[in-house]
C-alpha cells in the first residue's frame, strides 16, 4: 500500500440523494484530515481524527455533513441530501501527527458532481 | 478560518527567474509547511520549517519563517516551466489543531 487512495475518484449524483467518499490512509498513520476545494480556491477544512480523540469537527458546513474513523484506520465522509453548493473536490490526507503535525500525505481525491 | 494567506494569488515569471511567494498567519504555530498542487488535485509535500527554525532550505527551495511577524516566504530559484502549479502554505497552531491551509499562490512559469 504505497500512498493514500481514496474513492470513486469521480462521482456525479442528483441533488437530494447521499454520498459517501472513502478515504484509505497510510498505514500506521494516526493523523487523518478531510478537505473540500471548490475549483480555484483554498482548501477548507472539514474534519480531523487523531487516533482515539474525539474528532475536530469544527469545519463541517452542515449537520448534513459527517464523517466516520473506523478502527482508526479507513474513513468515510457522508453527505446528505447533497445540494449543488457541494460539488467540489474532496481531499483526505493522512500524517504520523503525534504531537505536533509533520508531513501530510494527499490523496488524488474526490470530484463530487452535484446535478 | 484559515490559517494562512498567501501572497500574490497569482504569479508568472520567465523560465530562469526566481519566484517568491508570502504567507501570513494569525496565531502562534508548531511548525509551517508549504505544498505544491497540479491540475487541482492531490496536494505534494515540500518543506517543513519549525517554530524554532529561521531558514531551510532543499534543492531549489529557500523557505524563511519570520515568528515576530507571523510570516514565511517560499523562494524558488532558477524557475522552469515544470514548476508550473499552485503552492500553498499550511500551520497547525499550538494544541492539538488540524493543519490548516491557505488560499495559494498559481505560478506560471513561461518558457
Same mark, same amino acid.
Given at each position: 500500500?504505497?500512498?493514500?487512495?481514496?474513492?470513486?475518484?469521480?462521482?456525479?449524483?442528483?441533488? $437530494?440523494?447521499?454520498?459517501?467518499?472513502?478515504?484509505?490512509?497510510?498505514?500506521?498513520?494516526?493523523?487523518?484530515?478531510?478537505?473540500?476545494?471548490?475549483?480555484?480556491?483554498?482548501?477548507?477544512?472539514?474534519?480531523?481524527?487523531? $487516533?482515539? *480523540?474525539?474528532?475536530?469537527?469544527?469545519?463541517?458546513?452542515?449537520?448534513?455533513?459527517?464523517?466516520?474513523?473506523? $478502527?482508526?484506520?479507513?474513513?468515510?465522509?457522508?453527505?446528505?441530501?447533497?445540494?449543488?453548493?457541494?460539488?467540489?473536490?474532496?481531499?483526505?490526507? *493522512? *500524517?504520523?501527527?503525534? $504531537?505536533?503535525?509533520?508531513?501530510?500525505?494527499?490523496?488524488?481525491?474526490?470530484?463530487?458532481?452535484?446535478? | 478560518?484559515?490559517?494562512?494567506?498567501?501572497?500574490?494569488?497569482?504569479?508568472?515569471?520567465?523560465?530562469?527567474?526566481?519566484?517568491?511567494?508570502?504567507?501570513?498567519?494569525?496565531?502562534?504555530?508548531?511548525?509551517?509547511?508549504?505544498?505544491?498542487?497540479?491540475?487541482?488535485?492531490?496536494?505534494?509535500?515540500?518543506?517543513?520549517?519549525?517554530?524554532?527554525?529561521?531558514?531551510?532550505? @532543499?534543492?531549489?527551495?529557500?523557505?524563511?519563517?519570520?515568528?515576530?511577524?507571523? @510570516? @514565511?516566504?517560499?523562494?524558488? %530559484?532558477?524557475?522552469?516551466?515544470?514548476?508550473?502549479?499552485?503552492?500553498?502554505?499550511?500551520?497547525?497552531?499550538?494544541?492539538? %489543531?488540524?493543519?490548516?491551509?491557505?488560499?495559494? %499562490?498559481?505560478?506560471?512559469?513561461?518558457?
Amino acid at each position: 500500500g504505497a500512498g493514500v487512495s481514496q474513492s470513486p475518484s469521480n462521482k456525479v449524483t442528483e441533488k $437530494g440523494k447521499d454520498v459517501e467518499l472513502r478515504c484509505d490512509p497510510i498505514s500506521g498513520h494516526t493523523a487523518l484530515y478531510w478537505y473540500r476545494q471548490s475549483l480555484g480556491q483554498g482548501l477548507e477544512f472539514l474534519i480531523y481524527f487523531q $487516533g482515539n *480523540s474525539a474528532p475536530d469537527k469544527s469545519g463541517l458546513p452542515s449537520d448534513r455533513f459527517s464523517a466516520e474513523r473506523t $478502527g482508526g484506520s479507513v474513513s468515510t465522509l457522508t453527505i446528505q441530501r447533497t445540494q449543488q453548493e457541494d460539488s467540489a473536490v474532496y481531499l483526505c490526507a *493522512s *500524517s504520523l501527527a503525534q $504531537g505536533t503535525h509533520t508531513e501530510a500525505f494527499f490523496g488524488q481525491g474526490t470530484r463530487l458532481t452535484v446535478v | 478560518s484559515q490559517q494562512g494567506e498567501e501572497d500574490p494569488q497569482a504569479l508568472s515569471i520567465q523560465e530562469g527567474e526566481n519566484a517568491t511567494m508570502n504567507c501570513s498567519y494569525k496565531t502562534s504555530i508548531n511548525n509551517l509547511q508549504w505544498y505544491r498542487q497540479n491540475s487541482g488535485r492531490g496536494l505534494v509535500h515540500l518543506i517543513l520549517i519549525r517554530s524554532n527554525e529561521r531558514e531551510k532550505h @532543499s534543492g531549489r527551495l529557500r523557505v524563511t519563517l519570520d515568528t515576530s511577524k507571523k @510570516s @514565511s516566504s517560499l523562494l524558488i %530559484t532558477a524557475s522552469r516551466a515544470a514548476d508550473t502549479a499552485s503552492y500553498f502554505c499550511a500551520t497547525d497552531a499550538l494544541g492539538n %489543531t488540524p493543519l490548516v491551509f491557505g488560499k495559494g %499562490t498559481r505560478l506560471s512559469v513561461i518558457a
